[in-house]
């Protein structure tokens, strides 16, 4: 809710310092929903049916609109409260999207444990996947977990991107404690600024 009221108040006062005059049913192009959902549902409540109306519009923006750029930082989390399946068992709009991480080739990986493909950020990551293979062309630009560069279970994955585009740049700052890595020059690899600046790679997925 806070960046999409500050979204709007920022844009809302740069407008009206260029002497824009909004029409009266007109609005600022900013939509408050759950990016790996479809559409909200409808509620009784005053505040719950202004969200659903939020993310009906919004939704026909992600559906519909030619969208050339996603851009964010989605969050990181194995244990996604994005559920990829209802509580009858069946898949969501998300959950569908993610089902084609779990084959390569048009064979399916068959992992025992494939509960890393659950991870928030991978389904942001399919989604903007989505949506820019929908429009045709497009760029990505996220902030994420780098367990999917080489991870067993991502190959799925990574297949699917390379499919779907030209290029990817992939700039790993490290610093994951668990994989014990160390900078270029030798020393222990951690988060500082300094470090992230010295030791950051760049890949081309494969």
Known sequence: MAPYAIAHLKLGMQLQQTGYQFASDQRLGVFLTNTLEEAAKKSERLFANWISDEANAAAKIKRDAPILVV????????????????????????????ED????????????????????YVKFIRFAQWRVDRTGEGVIGFITNHGYLDNLTFRGMR????????????????????????????????????????????????
């Open 71 to 98: 851009l964010g930082n989605p969050p990181y989390s194995v244990n996604s409260a994005n559920r990829s399946r209802n509580e009858n068992g069946e898949l969501v709009f998300i959950g569908k999207l993610i």
């Open 101 to 120: 991480y779990r084959q390569a080739e048009g064979k399916a990986l068959g992992e025992r444990n494939s509960k890393v493909l659950q991870d928030d």
């Open 159 to 206: 297949a699917s991107l390379m499919r779907s585009f030209n290029e990817i740049y992939i700039y790993d700052l490290h610093g994951n404690s668990n994989k014990k890595e160390v900078a270029p020059d030798g020393s222990k690899d951690e988060m500082s600024s300094t470090s992230c600046r010295e030791s950051h790679y760049s890949y081309v997925l494969s």
